[in-house]
């Protein structure tokens, strides 16, 4: 029993019932216009004119609704006055811009309603329409005669007639329970049209099937952006951070027996930091939709400065750099110099001293890269007992870096004591 009057209290009913009572309004300047055939065709009989009247205003109607504000219009009020969870029509907005550490996004195709989808949104509002005028007409008359039969008020009285057996009401007590009927009548037709506007809104105003793919094709993009800025986040701010702690430490064992080691581990803590800083900004640009300024580029020309900073954080680095490095392209340049860098920093923060070997090589068919480092009583880099925590993101973010670029990637024990990552990107080199 009580679920069956919950819908009477909910104001959701009756803000439903004001929405399609608003539509049956929002129809009334048209009528005017559907009124032109019949004033050029006086001769028609009335009733064609009543039907010729009709369609015009159904075409006059449904023609508004082929217009794209007017179903933002309606989805907007559809949520507030019905309470219904509509998405906005898709809007195909320009990713954020790449930051060069792998192949950019496409941006996706506008989504071309069919046929049927574009019909849609007349077919609600003249729905809206219908029922807007059937509710306003029929729980205006049962509110009317609710107010009216009472104690025989104005001398209403009400009558019923039905396979020959009639009944009429003109006063006493038999008037007040019509009366009362008659409101809870006008109460339930509100009801019902605010359960066919509340059925109809997400069928009719919803996503069609080509907006849904190109919204799941926009999310894919966002996600797929989103990690591109943590991976790039993650190997710039970890190992600045790193390095930094490393040099810091280092500054502090030998300010006073050797003030010139200090002042240049010191020098290398600014200009990491400052790298670092202008690799947050930029992304924490992109990340709040700003105009951010270009992005920052490093590549394998950057490649012996980050070198000199670990030698600086007091790290023995074996570099042996062979082929063409300056000719690589610069997508594949930027990515291998972020490939670089994670290694380096795995190393520094889970290396047992001891130098770390760098190899890079560029072939006409590939491009190398190798980190190797002692890694001490540990089977693995990650398993020592270091000073660094760990997140766990850096070697899946580098597979998931090589796998952009159809590169290969092996990484793992190298030997008892040694760790050894080695990657190979295809390349191709510039005229």
Not at 192 to 203: I, N
Request: hydrophobic share 50%.
């Amino acid at each position: 029993m009580f679920r069956g009057i919950r819908p009477l209290l909910r104001g959701t009913t009756y803000s439903g019932v004001l929405f399609a009572y608003c539509g049956a309004l929002a129809s009334i300047p048209l009528l005017p216009f559907a009124q032109l055939p019949v004033l050029a065709w006086r001769s028609a009989p009335e009733g064609v004119q009543i039907v010729l009247i009709l369609l015009v205003w159904a075409a006059l109607i449904g023609a508004v609704g082929l217009a794209r504000t007017t179903r933002r219009v309606l989805i907007v009020c559809a949520r507030r006055l019905l309470g219904v969870p509509l998405p906005d029509p898709v809007a195909v907005r320009r990713p954020v811009s790449s930051l060069g550490t792998g192949p950019a996004p496409v941006t996706p195709a506008p989504a071309v309603p069919s046929g049927a989808d574009r019909w849609r949104t007349p077919l609600w509002l003249l729905l809206h329409v219908a029922l807007g005028w059937t509710g306003a007409l029929v729980s205006g008359v049962l509110i009317l005669a609710g107010l009216t039969l009472p104690g025989d008020w104005l001398g209403a009285e009400a009558g019923l007639n039905l396979f020959g057996w009639s009944a009429r009401v003109t006063g006493g007590w038999g008037s007040w329970a019509v009366a009362l009927g008659c409101v809870l009548l006008a109460v339930a037709v509100c009801v019902v049209v605010a359960s066919a506007l509340r059925w109809l809104a997400p069928r009719l105003l919803g996503p069609s099937s080509a907006e849904r793919l190109a919204l799941a094709a926009e999310r894919e993009l966002l996600l797929a952006e989103r990690n591109r800025l943590a991976h790039e986040l993650h190997d710039s701010i970890g190992h600045t951070l790193t390095a930094t702690t490393i040099q810091a430490a280092v500054a502090g064992e030998v300010l006073s027996a050797d003030p010139v080691a200090a002042r240049a581990a010191l020098r290398s803590i600014e200009e990491s930091t400052r790298a670092a800083l202008e690799d947050l900004d930029y992304v924490l640009g992109v990340l709040r939709e700003e105009k951010a300024e270009a992005a920052p580029v490093r590549t394998l020309a950057d490649l012996p400065e980050l070198l000199d900073r670990l030698r600086h954080a007091g790290a023995v680095v074996e570099p042996e750099l062979s082929g063409e490095l300056a000719q690589v392209q610069g997508t594949l340049s930027r990515a291998a110099y972020r490939i670089l860098q994670e290694g380096l920093t795995n190393a520094l923060r889970h290396g047992a001293g001891g130098p770390i070997e760098v190899r890079v090589a560029a072939a006409p068919d590939g491009l190398e890269l190798v980190v190797a480092n002692r890694t001490g009583d540990g089977t693995s880099a990650g398993t020592g007992a270091g000073a660094f925590p760990t997140s766990g993101h850096g070697l899946p973010g580098l597979a998931e870096r090589v796998r952009l670029l159809h590169g290969e990637i092996e990484v793992g024990p190298d030997g008892p004591r040694h760790w050894r990552l080695a990657v190979r990107l295809p390349v191709r080199l510039s005229a």
